[in-house]
């Protein structure tokens, strides 16, 4: 765990995400988000976890970890929300409430 760490701390640095202390570097995180990717939802995450480890590969290592935790749970609120005014829509459409 411990290589996967250090070569993901490696990579993140390489891509400018982050200082050689760990500090996040967010105008270069902000310009590369996918454009599939909500910007504003990314940018909340991010927010979120500004977190600080021991060193410089363990702050990338936990803020990486919360990112995609928060990430997971936003896609799983809007896809809950989408199914809900799916069947919201369809009992509409059948006279059912």
Do not use: W
Request: aromatic share 4%.
């Amino acid at each position: 765990m411990k290589n996967l760490s250090v070569s993901r701390n490696a990579s993140i640095k390489k891509a400018g995400f982050v200082t050689e202390s760990g500090g996040l570097v967010l105008e270069a995180i902000r310009s590369k988000i996918p454009s599939h990717v909500d910007k504003e939802k990314a940018l909340k995450a991010i927010g979120l976890c500004q977190k600080e480890g021991k060193d410089a590969c363990e702050t990338v290592y936990l803020i990486h970890k919360c990112y995609f935790e928060n990430m997971q749970k936003h896609a799983e609120r809007t896809q809950k929300e989408n199914q809900s005014q799916s069947q919201s829509g369809s009992n509409k459409e059948t006279g059912k409430q």
